[in-house]
């Protein structure tokens, strides 16, 4: 969630970073302001977890850790419904209108292929990091990535 991503998912990430590019490893910097609440991408009232332990979660609060049962229930106007695809992609913060899915697939393996991913946010940034502060590269027009201090000529 400290990565713009729509829940919280805690996770151990060791960074290793050749000893040869004579770096030290580097952690993406939090980014508090993209933190986002429930109510924020989804329209649900609360939810249940699925687990025992956390019970209802309420739209104006964090969205839990998305597992292959969890969220189990949303809720609107009291009334309960099992979550839909677009809604558990949203859940980790993947764009439902940008990722076509294969078909033919069932909701329980799609629940958990989704409920066993890492939060592509939080990937992109630990990416985006190594990229500029540990590997120094920059994209040329053309898509390859080069050292930052190279000069592109024009010929």
């Not at 739209?59 to 839990?64: A, D, F, L, P, Q």
């Not at 592509?120 to 390859?144: N, Q, W």
Request: glycine share 6%; net charge positive; charged share 25%.
């Amino acid at each position: 969630i400290n990565y713009e991503g729509n829940s919280i998912r805690e996770r151990v990430i060791l960074i290793f970073v050749r000893k040869d590019l004579k770096k030290q490893p580097v952690y993406p910097k939090c980014i508090p302001e993209g933190r986002k609440k429930i109510q924020d991408f989804l329209d649900i009232d609360y939810y249940h977890s699925g687990n025992f332990e956390q019970g209802l979660i309420f739209k104006n609060e964090y969205m839990h850790t998305v597992t292959g049962g969890s969220p189990k229930t949303f809720f609107k106007n009291h009334i309960g419904r099992q979550p839909t695809e677009s809604e558990i992609m949203l859940c980790m913060s993947v764009d439902p209108a940008e990722y076509l899915l294969p078909p033919n697939r069932s909701y329980s393996v799609f629940r958990k292929v989704f409920g066993n991913g890492v939060p592509s946010m939080m990937a992109y940034h630990i990416f985006r990091t190594l990229i500029d502060e540990v590997l120094e590269l920059k994209m040329t027009p053309e898509g390859l990535w080069i050292p930052k201090n190279e000069i592109i000529s024009s010929n």
